[in-house]
């Protein structure tokens, strides 16, 4: 179902691209199967991850990268993509962080968090970035968001599990935050609060 929902969106306005008679009509499908292409990379990449995981077979190469630069490259990826009515903050615009890790895990994992927290904040703000701990680097990203019931808390990150029936997505992007972060031997936390935000960490 979660696959064949964006490849029929793709299929039928591909087709109503070909019969357009005005530049709005080609824009507006245009726009429906850019985004409609985007769920469905990144469901398959998920899927795929996700089954390399499980089989012990995803590789993780560690080396020296800038976890400020990191952040920053979200940032401008992501920041026009909030819902009207929400800003995206970054609080270490002008900080760089030499961290030895894997790089291609360490984007996989912030993007999921700050692509869920999109879904579900509807007004304020989404706020991430790191601080330096003496022990450990603490990641977050937090949100002004729609929150998460104690029950879907303890379940959420399980694979294929999703808050409501009604937003987009696959339910694994979690799912795959949670592997990312037990590779790393960091700790992941989730404090929410329905109606108020929620607060995920990360502490590596």
């Known amino acids: 179902h979660e696959i064949r929902t964006p490849l029929n969106a793709i ?3 591909s087709h109503l691209m070909t019969i357009a008679d005005n530049a709005e009509d080609e824009k507006l499908y245009s726009d429906i199967i850019n985004q409609n292409s985007e ?17 012990g077979t995803l590789e993780y190469v560690r080396y020296p990268m800038d976890l400020g630069e990191l952040c920053r490259n979200v940032y401008e990826m992501h920041k026009d993509r909030v819902q009207t009515g929400v800003v995206l903050i970054l609080d270490n615009k002008d900080t760089s962080l030499i961290i030895n890790e894997d790089q291609n895990r360490i984007m996989q994992v912030v ?25 450990y680097i603490d990641f977050y990203v937090k949100d002004t968001g729609r929150g998460i019931s104690q029950e879907d808390q303890n379940k959420i990150f399980e694979r294929f599990t999703k808050v ?32 108020v935000g929620t607060t995920v960490k990360i502490l590596f």
């Open 111 to 135: 993007t999921n968090l700050i692509t869920n927290a999109i879904k579900f904040t509807f007004k304020g703000e989404i706020r991430f970035g790191f601080e330096v701990r003496e022990e």
């Open 164 to 195: 409501d029936t009604f937003t987009q997505g696959t339910g694994l992007g979690l799912s795959i935050v949670k592997h990312g972060a037990a590779y790393h031997n960091a700790r992941l936390t989730l404090d929410s609060q329905e109606g």
């Open 39 to 55: 769920i469905l990379l990144q469901l398959i990449n998920d899927i795929l991850d996700l089954a390399k995981i499980e089989a």
């Open 11 to 13: 299929v039928g306005f």
